[in-house]
């Protein structure tokens, strides 16, 4: 048996909002990590919304999110997935970030739009929906001997964001970083598997021989490619083996890395829509942002116009460094 791991991230180029960055964790037979799950499991899961009837649809969650306060298919997937995994249905985002194994609920005090209010944020949904396409995936999933272990995710508030960019004055670092604790995480649970991590690959980088032997510097390592689509690597060690791959488009061509692009948007989301609320009470008159750079720099401005008070928006914590 493999342990398959797919990585993505939401959130890189906002200003506002938290980057996230999230892992699902699937265990399958040797056999089928060649093949495209969407193809294992055609019954309980689809790449498009058309024609998709009550299967959950999984893909990369740009394809998926349709306008702001429109995530439901995110949603739907998502946590479905994560009942498929066992858990039981969160009710709250706090419930979610627990299924989650989020590390960032003890920073919520710190954020005016966060506080205690987060941790009992609800979530909004069709539960018997929900729980039809969980039931309808776990049963696929057995049918072919496999198992999602697990979703984890790794919200990093602004806050904490600009702490690592003063620290490591790139943003694209931050974000292998992140990544970085989720590999080894997985190389820690399941390294004396057939552990194979999937990564989407940002932005034109092809070499990551150095950041991978940091990281683990324990490990011999094979350059098995370095090309513009595809960077692979095989890290052995006492007992342990682990081949981590860098993937152009891997939300579009791997199902648990666009699980995990999901995941990491759906959070973003939620955080973001605290943060809105939290602005719309005291500026009930300003237009919600989705935290991207134009729209962004457009709602601070916006901000501004209504002299609110600076206690209640500290900007380290509002504005990301970039």
């Not at 692979?232 to 890395?257: E, N, Q, W």
Request: glycine share 8%.
């Amino acid at each position: 048996m493999a342990i398959l791991v797919g990585i993505d991230e939401a959130g890189y180029g906002p200003i506002l909002g938290p980057l996230v960055v999230s892992a699902s964790v699937f265990e399958l037979p040797d056999a089928l990590l060649g093949k495209s799950l969407w193809q294992v499991l055609p019954r309980s899961v689809c790449k498009n919304r058309q024609g998709a009837g009550g299967r959950l649809v999984i893909n990369d969650s740009k394809k998926l999110y349709l306008a702001r306060g429109r995530y439901h298919l995110l949603q739907r997937g998502v946590l479905a997935a994560l009942i498929a995994a066992g858990n039981d249905p969160p009710g709250v985002l706090g419930d979610l970030l627990c299924c989650l194994e989020a590390t960032c609920r003890e920073l919520f005090t710190q954020y005016p739009w966060y506080g205690p209010d987060a941790e009992v944020y609800p979530l909004n949904y069709n539960s018997g929906d929900i729980s039809t396409a969980a039931n309808a995936l776990v049963t696929e999933l057995k049918e072919h001997h496999i198992r999602l272990h697990t979703i984890w995710s790794r919200p990093i508030l602004t806050g904490s964001f600009n702490q690592m960019i003063q620290t490591v004055n790139n943003k694209a670092t931050v974000l292998f970083t992140v990544a970085s604790e989720l590999i080894y995480q997985a190389y820690q649970k399941f390294h004396r598997d057939n552990l194979q991590i999937l990564i989407d690959k940002h932005g034109g980088r092809s070499h990551y021989r150095a950041q991978l032997q940091r990281l683990f510097p324990d490990l011999n390592m094979k350059i098995i490619k370095e090309e513009d689509c595809l960077s692979s690597y095989h890290l052995t060690g006492s007992g342990s083996s682990m081949k981590i791959h860098f993937i152009a488009r891997g939300d579009d061509r791997h199902l648990p890395v666009a699980l995990a692009s999901m995941t990491s948007k759906y959070v973003r989301e939620l955080f973001m829509e605290l943060l809105n609320r939290y602005f719309q009470r005291h500026c009930p008159t300003i237009t919600p942002t989705a935290g991207y750079y134009q729209d962004g720099r457009r709602f601070l401005n916006d901000l501004k116009s209504h002299n609110l008070d600076p206690q209640l928006a500290p900007h380290h914590l509002l504005v990301r460094q970039r």
